[in-house]
């Protein structure tokens, strides 16, 4: 896809093509921007990490969903517009691939923290967000 996102490039975020992003790329999405890939939240101007998504692209509902970041990721600190986030984030993502269904009892990830960290945490549906959701009354967003 042609249209733009943030994506964190040579220690700022750059707008780059969707189709350009790589699996493990750090994006920062806008209020009203739709999701042109399935990320794991990790950051969110909404308190607690949280924000609210539209789903009418893929279930036809028109009622936000709360989607909330991975616990311990959404309270790093930094710039209150995030544009400095990546500089402070240290971890790896584990996760299924993606398939038809992408619901609870068919995706599966991980996240670890790093420098030297060996514990995973189990992430689950409210911390991914799938393609075709768009970004709803929320500033800002990042994930991976």
Same mark, same amino acid.
């Given at each position: 896809?042609?249209?733009?996102?943030?994506?964190? /490039?040579?220690? %700022?975020?750059?707008?780059?093509?969707?189709?350009? *992003?790589?699996? =493990?790329?750090?994006?920062?999405?806008?209020?009203? %921007? +739709?999701?042109?890939?399935?990320?794991?939240?990790?950051?969110?101007? !909404? +308190?607690? !990490? $949280?924000?609210?998504?539209? $789903?009418?692209?893929?279930? @036809?509902?028109?009622?936000?969903?709360?989607?909330?970041?991975?616990? @311990? $990721?959404?309270? *790093?600190?930094? +710039?209150?517009? =995030?544009?400095?986030?990546?500089?402070?984030? /240290? @971890? *790896?993502?584990? +996760?299924? =691939?993606?398939?038809?269904?992408?619901?609870?009892?068919?995706?599966? =990830?991980?996240?670890?923290?790093?420098? @030297?960290?060996?514990?995973?945490?189990?992430?689950?549906?409210?911390?991914?967000?799938? &393609? !075709?959701? &768009?970004? &709803?009354? $929320?500033?800002?967003?990042? !994930?991976?």
């Amino acid at each position: 896809n042609s249209q733009k996102v943030l994506a964190w /490039r040579n220690n %700022q975020f750059e707008p780059i093509r969707w189709m350009d *992003i790589l699996a =493990g790329d750090v994006v920062k999405i806008v209020n009203n %921007q +739709s999701f042109l890939a399935d990320i794991v939240l990790l950051q969110s101007s !909404g +308190s607690q !990490g $949280t924000c609210s998504i539209e $789903t009418s692209n893929l279930d @036809g509902e028109t009622n936000l969903k709360i989607k909330q970041a991975v616990p @311990g $990721t959404y309270n *790093i600190t930094g +710039s209150d517009d =995030g544009t400095d986030y990546p500089l402070f984030f /240290r @971890g *790896i993502l584990e +996760s299924d =691939g993606p398939n038809d269904k992408m619901d609870a009892s068919s995706w599966k =990830g991980n996240f670890l923290y790093l420098p @030297g960290s060996h514990t995973r945490i189990p992430l689950n549906m409210t911390q991914l967000i799938l &393609r !075709g959701c &768009r970004l &709803r009354n $929320t500033k800002w967003v990042i !994930g991976m």
